[in-house]
């Protein structure tokens, strides 16, 4: 083990900063596994730390991470120097994005356990470790790559692109795109037109972007160079389209969207010998997929990112056999002999089963001007891709539920300020206990209550917006480069037959909620089973669901055994 010095390194990878008075060599030794791909920049003091992040911050670099020995001073040292928290708080204002890690020894694990506690629900920092007792404590490393992992899908350009798209400007349909990849977990990068790359791309093109085609035009492995019209179509070339599937073939089960019930579903059917066909609208992951962070799903006591969670789930399923097709709305459904038959643009898709998984979309700001700057700066949802477009700037979000905390908290590691902007008085009926701390602990997010969004506008793209006081009715207008809205959301049904029977706010009636006029023999359907024969339905569309990701991939998964038992009912 070498002596620790804080000189400044050669190269300009990202920099795992580690910090720690007494365990500094130990700690660099520990970490050397990773210096071929980040720079390790050891510190003996919070200062000194501190003193480094300016610097790389400074020459353009990123700091990937923070690993802070649970006491960062002897423990005889003054308290506030021991406070490994309070460093963390001054490490943020530098880098909001760097993953935070308290490493302790094995002799003050428990009593430095009890101390930070609190923090780490706070989410004062990201992970509480035991420091390794020897090598390869892959448990401990396991821990280190999730929080490099999940640092770099969200903030660093990934150093091999698997899609490339070219456009001289951030128009609404890049970012579009942008947002869509990343939910696919897919790396891309945006190159201009008169980069060598760009330069590529370009001559490879069969047409004219700047004539009647349009910008971006996108390059990947799946197709020719192309200057697609809609995210759909570049999802459509990409993961291919449902009339590839030969006509004759009928599959045991169709399941409409990939949110999480669509997919455990997917996961049990395809797993239990079920031929089985996906069809999803958007990106594979629903709103799940757009949660930067879901924390309270069982088995990731670090929190896991949505994006992460749908593609694990969508792997899973296509390794038991599930074919999937993205980028296909159903446009209905209808029944042909012995069974169903799933209508896309893209192609049918014949089923004997058919799970209703399309989950629900968010309420509409209905206000002058936001219309016409969706894409450009005002967003439904809280679009990963935007969130990194919204550095230095002054951003709201709307809404008052869990989503939007988890949008507040995430913009807040790329914008200058955060509001959360609430109709009612405060956050704490309607948001988790543990957000609500959350937010009231980070510097760059604020609440404004008893207030609402009257109007929007800018020069091309949000520049500002009109706030009214829900009790004088007073209107203000404010800077906003960004407008996130989470309204609250309703149920995506248009496309259902008539023969689905709803509640009267569109929701899907399965089980003993169905009308008694419906029921067959004077017998209810099976508890996911909705009105239609053979035809179910789970997750955030059936009427009384829970609206979490658990309790959806709870009812995807226990659906399957009701279609088993309906597909091999007795003629
Ligand atoms: C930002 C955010 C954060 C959240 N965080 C948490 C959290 O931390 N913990 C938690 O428990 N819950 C959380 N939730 C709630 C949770 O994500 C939902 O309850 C869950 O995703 C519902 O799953 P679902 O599969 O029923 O529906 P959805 O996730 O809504 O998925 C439905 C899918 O169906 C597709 N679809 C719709 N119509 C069609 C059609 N006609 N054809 C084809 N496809 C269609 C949609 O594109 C979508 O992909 C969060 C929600 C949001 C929005």
Known sequence: MGRVTERAPERSNPAIIIVSHDNAAFLVDEFGRYSRDYDIRPATSARTASDISTEIEATGGHVAMYVADSSLFPSDAPQDQANVLAAFHTWRQV???????????????????????????????????????????????????????????????????????????????????????????????????????????????????????????????????????TVREVAAAIYGRPDTIDLSTVADLCIVGAGPAGLAAAVYGASEGLTTVVVEAEAVGGQAGTSSMIRNYLGFPRGISGMRLAQRARNQAIRFGTRFFTGWEVAGISSEGDHHVVHTDGGDVRS??????????????????????????????????????????????????????????????????????VRRGSLEETMSRYLVNEIEWNPRVEVASRCEVAAAGGDGRLEWIDVKDCDTDEVVRRNAEGLFLLLGAEPHCDWLPHDVARDDRGFVLTGRDVPKSLWLDGLPPESLATSMSGVFAVGDIRAGSMKRVAAASGEGSSVVPLVHAWLSRPE
């Open 95 to 229: 880098v909001p994005t760097a993953k935070r890690l308290v490493v302790a020894p094995w002799e003050r694990f428990l009593e430095d356990a009890e101390r930070l506690r609190a923090g780490l629900g706070k989410g004062k920092y990201d992970a509480y470790l035991l420091m390794p007792r020897g090598k390869r404590d892959e448990e401990f490393h396991t821990a280190v790559c999730e929080l490099l992992s999940d640092w770099g899908s969200t903030v660093a350009q990934p150093e091999v692109a698997t899609v490339k798209l070219v456009t001289p400007g951030q128009d609404a349909l890049t970012l579009a795109i942008r947002d869509f990849l990343d939910r696919m977990g897919m790396p891309h990068r945006v190159y201009a037109p008169d980069s060598e790359v760009g330069r590529d791309i370009v001559s490879r093109y069969d047409g004219d972007p700047d004539g009647d085609q349009r910008w971006p035009l996108v390059d990947s492995p799946y197709s020719e160079v192309r200057a697609p019209a």
């Open 352 to 421: 004997r089963a058919v799970v209703i998984a399309s989950g629900v979309a968010y309420r509409k700001l209905r206000a002058p001007g936001v219309d016409d700057l969706t894409g450009i700066g005002v967003f439904y949802g809280s679009a990963m891709t935007a969130a990194r477009e919204m550095e230095g700037y002054d951003v709201v979000v709307v809404g008052g539920g869990n989503s939007a905390g988890q949008a507040a908290i995430h913009l807040a590691r790329f914008a200058k300020s955060v509001t959360i902007m």
